[in-house]
């Protein structure tokens, strides 16, 4: 079956400090991945994401992601996090199958520490 | 830019009333979706729509129902709220097979 694993809960870092969110997905061929960003009392905005080509994905305000096929994973990255970067992280593999469903992680909440 | 819309950000009903969430995008797509969100869950799909009048039941769409008339229009409907129907409810909408973008969601609490 098609799933999502966001592994940490929760991760609090320092600002200033790199942040790297763990992201594995289980799916029958190349997917869709997304990273999306959700602030308190706010929906979901995309961060990046990665169809085809260079396996390492640069998004919007300054984060990462690599695809490794090898590991089934799309972790993202951030090389100093920023107090305002505290969010709610969801990576999302979709469509499936051609159709139109995306599948949700349940979640990583970054706390940033001053 | 893309706008995604709600009709509420907060509501409050009681057990046994009908609902209507409402959902509108400005940019002409053709797929709109509704999920709920639960802590610890992420999203969950209940139901898609991929054009007008058509719809697609999602993982958990059981106590919900949904209208789509217009394009830019996407209506979920909870026919007899119940209790375990508190949550975040999110409407997305995207081109054919590409990004979702989100609206600011729906938080309804069912006394």
């Known amino acids: 079956a098609q799933s999502v694993t966001q592994p940490d809960i929760h991760i609090t870092v320092s600002e200033g400090a790199s942040l790297e969110l763990r992201c594995n997905y289980s799916y029958g061929a190349t997917p869709y991945l997304f990273w999306y960003v959700q602030s308190p009392g706010q929906g979901l905005q995309l961060l990046l994401k990665?169809?085809?080509?260079?396996?390492l994905v640069q998004g919007i305000k300054g984060f990462e992601a690599e695809f490794k096929r090898s590991q089934s994973s799309f972790n993202l990255r951030k090389p100093s996090v920023h107090w305002s970067d505290a969010a709610e992280y969801f990576c999302?593999?979709?469509?499936?199958?051609?159709?139109?469903?995306?599948?949700f992680g349940a979640g990583t909440r970054l706390f940033v520490k001053a | 830019d893309v706008k995604v819309t709600q009709s509420s950000r907060y509501l409050v009903k009681r057990t046994g009333e009908k609902v209507f969430l409402e959902c509108v995008q400005d940019?002409?797509?053709?797929?709109m979706f509704w999920y709920r969100q639960d802590p610890g869950l992420g999203l969950r799909l209940i139901y898609f729509s991929y054009d007008v009048k058509m719809k697609e039941k999602g993982d958990i769409p059981e106590g919900y129902s949904v209208s789509r008339e217009k394009k830019e229009r996407f209506s979920l409907i909870l026919e007899s709220a119940s209790t375990n129907q508190t949550s975040m409810y999110l409407c997305?909408?995207?081109?054919?097979?590409?990004?979702?973008?989100f609206g600011p969601g729906t938080r309804l609490l069912v006394l």
């Open positions: 990665y169809f085809s080509g260079d396996t």
């Open positions: 940019m002409d797509h053709e797929n």
């Open positions: 999302a593999v979709g469509p499936l199958g051609g159709g139109f469903k995306t599948i």
């Open positions: 997305a909408s995207s081109p054919a097979q590409e990004t979702q973008y």
